[in-house]
């Protein structure tokens, strides 16, 4: 049995075969006299390979009546071709139809808007900027593993059920095994206590806080996992399910955080642009033009370090008219972030040491007990992609820090045990998957790089 062949294999062997197999999918197909010229794509990458079929195959008539969709499994030789733009073709031997796709077919040979192909998500890898998109996301999957596992750091599965709240935002989905429509309580209030776990729980909004218990007892180690966020938004840079890569390093201070988190962004960016050239070709030249220039860029720049107070000074001198007001101690907002990325420093950009009020309270607090060792690495069109900070290690500053953002603290008892027992200066950060997708591919929607978007309203497929 001659084994099947993906056609990003295919395309760079360096002889003819004999003998080859192709599974796929029927992009076009045209006749000419004797002979059908068939486009097929098995999804492997963004070229098809063009198989000649000729009349004198058992067969030809149903071949005829190959519509776009169909599904064919194909054996013959590779030749050279004498097609322009193409280096091999298929002369069929044999076309076993597997499938015929309807006429009604969404997905004809045209350009389809992003939004109307979002209400096709099921169908929507099969485009050409979609399928580039998602095998995109998959080799970047692969190279965060990679990056970590090269770097001695251990892969830790933490939770997605949870009883605590990592922001501490209250934008937890709930989760619970209660009748609806007959839930019980106690004073007017619901009894959690009959619930599948006994009290409240909801979906975890970031893996950060189980993952520091690890990095105090393996050292370096990371997550990568959904999580969710029930915040009623609806731009194009929120979704309420979304994957989130956390490191937590053990006797690493804020500095030596930042350096890894550039490190990091830098690899990525260079794997996307070594490994995935046909498809952010296609991205260059139909959705962001200067999408090359940007990765060239992310490679090639020293990220500028400021800390926030100077990134205000520098905003507020920029006589620049933004929507969002700049004064201390409020959050930059992304025109702010994309001002100093893009127009400012040209470059990615790392920001640090932001005001203790606007920032977590895991979050180290500095000596001047106004700031918190933060901080966040900004790109261009994106704004922030990275958000991290040492973590506060002292327990008595922990604890009054929590005290102080009337956190519960019964809910967090392990967290605060965590630094009475050998507890040393830790750092980490979280890296939005989605977002580095949208900075390395230039979609400008989270909702397109994402293989099934939820958003408010949208629980589709």
């Not at 025109?335 to 979050?363: A, G, Q, S, W």
Request: with cysteine; aromatic share 12%; charged share 30%.
């Amino acid at each position: 049995m001659t084994k099947r062949i993906k056609i990003n294999k295919l395309l760079y062997l360096d002889k003819t075969v004999d003998k080859v197999v192709v599974k796929g999918w029927v992009k076009t197909r045209r006749s000419a006299k004797g002979f059908s010229f068939i486009e097929v794509n098995d999804g492997s990458c963004l070229k098809n390979i063009q198989v000649i079929a000729d009349n004198s195959l058992d067969n030809y008539d149903d071949i005829c009546r190959l519509t776009t969709g169909s599904a064919v499994a194909v054996s013959g030789s590779l030749a050279e071709s004498p097609g322009k733009g193409q280096k091999w073709e298929i002369s069929a031997k044999n076309i076993e139809i597997i499938s015929i796709a309807p006429e009604d077919y969404l997905l004809q040979k045209k350009r389809h808007s992003d939004e109307f192909l979002r209400t096709i998500a099921h169908l929507r890898p099969r485009t050409n900027k979609y399928g580039a998109a998602f095998r995109i996301r998959s080799e970047l999957s692969y190279a965060i593993h990679k990056f970590f596992r090269d770097r001695g750091f251990r892969y830790i599965h933490t939770p997605i059920l949870t009883g605590s709240d990592c922001e501490g935002a209250g934008e937890l989905f709930q989760v619970t095994t209660l009748d609806m429509e007959n839930m019980p309580s106690i004073n007017g209030k619901t009894d959690y206590s009959a619930d599948f776990f006994g009290k409240e729980a909801g979906l975890t909004v970031s893996g950060q806080l189980s993952a520091e218990m690890f990095a105090l007892a393996l050292g370096d180690v990371y997550t990568f996992g959904p999580t969710f966020r029930a915040e009623n938004s609806n731009t194009s840079r929120h979704a309420a399910e979304f994957w989130m890569v956390e490191p937590e390093m053990a006797f690493c201070d804020l500095d030596d955080d930042m350096d890894v988190a550039e490190e990091m962004l830098k690899y990525l960016t260079g794997i996307v642009q070594k490994n995935c050239a046909e498809d952010i070709e296609l991205f260059a030249k139909f959705v962001d033009k200067k999408l090359k220039d940007t990765i060239q860029n992310t490679l090639s720049s020293d990220f500028e370090r400021i800390s926030y107070k100077e990134a205000i000074n520098i905003l507020e001198k920029s006589k620049k008219k933004f929507e969002y007001e700049i004064k201390y101690g409020k959050d930059l907002q992304t025109e702010h972030e994309r001002y100093l990325t893009e127009e400012y420093f040209k470059k990615p950009v790392t920001v640090y040491n932001y005001p203790k009020d606007i920032k977590p309270f895991y979050m180290r607090l500095n000596d001047d007990n106004m700031t918190v060792a933060a901080m966040d690495i900004l790109v261009p069109r994106i704004g922030e992609i990275i958000g991290g900070s040492q973590r506060e290690e002292r327990f008595d500053v922990l604890e009054a820090r929590m005290r102080e953002m009337d956190m519960p603290l019964q809910d967090y008892w392990w967290y605060l045990d965590s630094r009475k027992y050998g507890s040393v200066p830790h750092s980490g950060f979280g890296l939005g998957f989605e977002r580095l997708l949208m900075f390395l591919t230039g979609i400008s929607n989270i909702r397109d790089v994402i293989p099934f978007p939820r958003t408010p309203k949208n629980i589709e497929f």
